[in-house]
């Protein structure tokens, strides 16, 4: 375990370090240094539990608050000013604990008999695809991939969003649509796409048992969903049913019901409708 972090010596937001870590605040800086940055004390902790994180910047008010992470912290930690640690979060109330992670390079090549999949095309918000990430984790999904032009998973409010779900299952990023659906069907899921125009909902899929094997979600963009062709791509459509007079669910509370229904019939072997068969957490 390493001493306390000294409170002297602390580096400004001009240093080497510093501005370097400062510059993944970029799609094309994290994709070139091959590194993108992780804000507050459970998305830290989480990477550092993961092997994830390559160094740590304190700043020096934050320093003595999360003393115990620090001296557990495996990697090279930085004292630097409240300003350079203002400088390196994205936050209005920054936390002054800012790590740097190494970016993941994840394929769907590489899962291996997935139950559960999340696939996001074309998600444009990164608060709602942080979310996915978290629900998709809580549900116990076998790995989050996003593809299409859209929004980059490893950015700052992304992150955070997902409350150190990136460091639990793999986050996947992949250009081509037809791709990704080749992948996953290649290793035994079945692709269901969400449309709000469907002639069939959640429900009746859960009591035919429909969900029951492997399965990947097909996401769409916010605002307009999926479009022709990614509803093409997939084996059904399925919509969540609204039964108030709210015009449609958001994309992040969205794909949780349809995770969540996915868990609990895989668990039970069915729908799942009695409460019983299967092991697993409870929610």
């Not at 937001?13 to 094309?28: F, M």
Request: include cysteine.
């Amino acid at each position: 375990m390493r001493p306390p972090v000294p409170v002297s010596g602390a580096a400004g937001p001009r240093s080497a370090r510093v501005s370097a870590a400062r510059r993944l605040k970029r799609p094309a800086q994290r994709r070139e240094q091959g590194s993108f940055l992780v804000e507050g004390a459970q998305a830290v902790g989480a990477a550092l539990a993961a092997g994830a994180l390559v160094e740590l910047f304190v700043g020096v008010s934050a320093a003595a608050r999360h003393e115990e992470l620090l001296r557990a912290a495996a990697v090279p930690v930085r004292l630097v000013t409240d300003e350079a640690a203002a400088g390196l979060s994205e936050t209005i109330t920054p936390q002054g604990l800012v790590g740097v992670a190494a970016l993941p390079d994840h394929r769907v090549a590489e899962l291996a008999s997935p139950r559960l999949v999340a696939v996001c095309v074309g998600a444009s918000d990164p608060g709602n695809a942080g979310t996915v990430i978290r629900s998709a984790d809580a549900a116990g999904a076998d790995a989050v991939v996003f593809t299409g032009v859209g929004v980059d998973p490893f950015g700052g409010k992304c992150v955070r969003s997902s409350a150190g779900s990136h460091f639990h299952l793999p986050v996947i990023v992949e250009g081509r649509l037809a791709d990704t659906v080749a992948g996953l069907r290649a290793r035994g899921c079945q692709i269901v796409a969400t449309a709000g125009t469907a002639p069939r909902d959640l429900d009746d899929a859960v009591t035919a048992g429909e969900l029951a094997g492997p399965t990947a979600w097909l996401f769409g963009n916010e605002a307009h969903g999926l479009d022709p062709a990614g509803l093409a791509a997939a084996d059904t459509a399925i919509r969540v049913p609204v039964c108030g007079q709210a015009e449609s669910l958001n994309l992040a509370v969205a794909s949780a019901l349809c995770l969540y229904a996915s868990a609990r019939a895989q668990r039970t072997g069915r729908s799942g409708t009695d409460g019983t068969g299967g092991g697993g957490r409870r929610w």
